[in-house]
């Protein structure tokens, strides 16, 4: 599966953005996503995650609560919205796919998108 995110952009701290991650195959329904941000000179950290069927979510502490992953399979597409925003959540996101269940590291993954830049000011 080939991944294409958007929705990045520059916003001041408490603002809100939606990333989209748009995917094309025809087996979209049976991956699991997840999005990870990589700050500048950081690693790729998981942020969130969402099973094939969207009745699993899942996040990591630091944006539990703000975040909300969410899919729509008939457009082969997933969602990350994004509010109360902090100046520590600029990265670049990137958008990751694996068949099967949900997981939680970037190894677990095979397929990823470009990247889309949010920036937020303080």
């Known amino acids: 599966v080939q991944l294409v995110e958007s929705g990045g952009g520059f916003v001041p701290a408490g603002g809100s953005l939606r990333l989209s991650c748009a995917a094309s195959?025809?087996?979209?329904?049976?991956?699991?996503l997840a999005w990870f941000p990589q700050a500048p000179g950081k690693e790729r950290e998981f942020v969130a995650t969402?099973?094939?069927?969207?009745?699993?979510?899942y996040y990591t502490d630091s944006v539990r609560g703000r975040f909300t992953i969410s899919r729509d399979n008939a457009k082969n597409t997933v969602y990350l919205q994004m509010n109360s925003l902090k100046p520590e959540d600029t990265a670049v996101y990137y958008c990751a796919a694996k068949p099967g269940g949900p997981h939680y590291s970037p190894n677990g993954f095979g397929s990823w998108g470009q990247g889309t830049q949010v920036t937020v000011s303080s």
């Open positions: 195959g025809r087996t979209f329904s049976s991956y699991s």
């Open positions: 969402i099973s094939w069927s969207g009745g699993y979510t």
